[in-house]
T-cell receptor, first 113, second 115 residues
Framework: GENVEQHPSTLSVQEGDSAVIKCTYS??????FPWYKQELGKRPQLIID?????GEKKDQRIAVTLNKTAKHFSLHITETQPEDSAVYFC????????????FGAGTRLTVKP | IAGITQAPTSQILAAGRRMTLRCTQD?????MYWYRQDLGLGLRLIHY???????GKGEVPDGYSVSRANTDDFPLTLASAVPSQTSVYFC??????????????FGPGTRLTVL
């Protein structure tokens, strides 16, 4: 089955700096890779996702890159702001016929003002 | 529009008791999911349902059962609770059928403590 590893587990940056979170997955059949943000005491919410036919996707200050050959994908946040402080989770899904979703263990991002 | 709701918000339960966590969505989503979230382990899929009338096992299904009698509701039952089932439980739903390719919308969560 799929195994998703996420690094680092904690990340602290200064406001305005960039933050990068990396995930690796094990199943080469995985084709959908979402990223969720979870603020303290709140529910996870999707911030960006990427499908296996695309190498990079950007949405304002957030971007995700995917390297299918190496089986890893990364979240990039530029010009970080204090409100970016949260736990971020990556995930990998598996196509129909092997229905499952695996999440990484999460990265706690702290943006210091 | 409520989106996706869960009940109860929190619960303290004696070991050995039966408990059903409720989840309802009004988005007419086909797929629904139950996760548990434990510190340091992220979200782990317990059970899922691709459409009304069907269910499947996720990563950690033991000790839990689900049913999907209609599109809107997806209850999770702990037949005989044990302390290791102490966790925060999230229900989620997505539009998709036949797989997990769509954005999942999460409920507010249920904090369950088993003593």
């Amino acid at each position: 089955g799929e195994n998703v590893e996420q690094h680092p587990s904690t990340l602290s940056v200064q406001e305005g700096d960039s933050a990068v979170i990396k995930c690796t997955y094990s199943d080469s059949a995985s084709n959908y890779f979402p990223w969720y943000k979870q603020e303290l005491g709140k529910r996870p919410q999707l911030i960006i996702d990427i499908r296996s036919n695309v190498g990079e996707k950007k949405d304002q200050r957030i971007a995700v890159t995917l390297n299918k050959t190496a089986k890893h994908f990364s979240l990039h946040i530029t010009e970080t702001q204090p409100e970016d402080s949260a736990v971020y989770f990556c995930a990998a899904s598996i196509p129909p016929g092997n229905n499952d979703m695996r999440f990484g263990a999460g990265t706690r991002l702290t943006v210091k003002p | 529009i409520a989106g996706i709701t869960q009940a109860p918000t929190s619960q303290i339960l004696a070991a050995g008791r039966r408990m059903t966590l409720r989840c309802t969505q009004d988005m007419r989503h086909n797929a629904m999911y139950w996760y548990r979230q434990d510190l340091g382990l992220g979200l782990r899929l317990i059970h899922y349902s691709n459409t009304a009338g069907t269910t499947g096992k996720g990563e950690v299904p033991d000790g839990y059962s689900v049913s999907r009698a209609n599109t809107d509701d997806f209850p999770l039952t702990l037949a005989s609770a044990v302390p290791s089932q102490t966790s925060v439980y999230f229900c989620a739903s997505s539009e998709g059928t036949g797989g997990f390719r769509d954005e999942q919308f999460f409920g507010p969560g249920t904090r369950l403590t088993v003593l």
